[in-house]
């Protein structure tokens, strides 16, 4: 079982107000679980920053009626399969389409992944969301 430890933080009284407004409009229970998720945050960006192993998900917005689009995204994904674990077609409307691209490997592997996808001429939006495969934290 994992051990708690209590600690005592100071912060200025407005700093402090904001910091609980922010807290209740998230739902947080309590100041604890807040600064908990704050901290995890910071831990994966270290992730990230040192190229460790991560898991991510590109999303992609496009119009598939585009000349070729399709053919260029899934090439792209092929060159970087050893990266894609999963891909999900969704049809928006007779024009959209929204790609969701599960992947896990190295932070620079999965940026450049995306960067290569959203640059694609035709794709209207792309994020790419990376996260941790909760090893390290």
Do not use: P
């Not at 409009?25 to 920053?49: C, G, H, M, P, Q």
């Not at 450049?112 to 939006?125: I, M, N, P, Q």
């Amino acid at each position: 079982m994992l051990k708690v430890f209590r600690f005592g933080i100071s912060l200025d009284k407005d700093l402090l107000d904001k910091f609980d407004r922010l807290i209740r409009e998230k739902n947080y229970t309590n100041r604890s679980e807040a600064f908990r998720d704050l901290i995890r945050e910071d831990l994966v960006k270290a992730e990230w920053k040192k190229n460790k192993e991560i898991v991510g998900a590109i999303t992609l917005i496009y119009d598939h009626h585009k000349r070729e689009l399709v053919n260029k995204l899934m090439d792209i994904q092929h060159d970087f399969g050893d990266i894609i674990i999963s891909s999900q077609h969704i049809h928006l409307d007779h024009n959209n389409c929204l790609e969701i691209i599960a992947v896990k490997g190295s932070s620079k592997e999965a940026q450049k992944l995306a960067d290569r996808l959203k640059s694609v001429k035709g794709v209207k939006h792309g994020t790419l969301s990376l996260s941790t495969t909760g090893r390290d934290i």
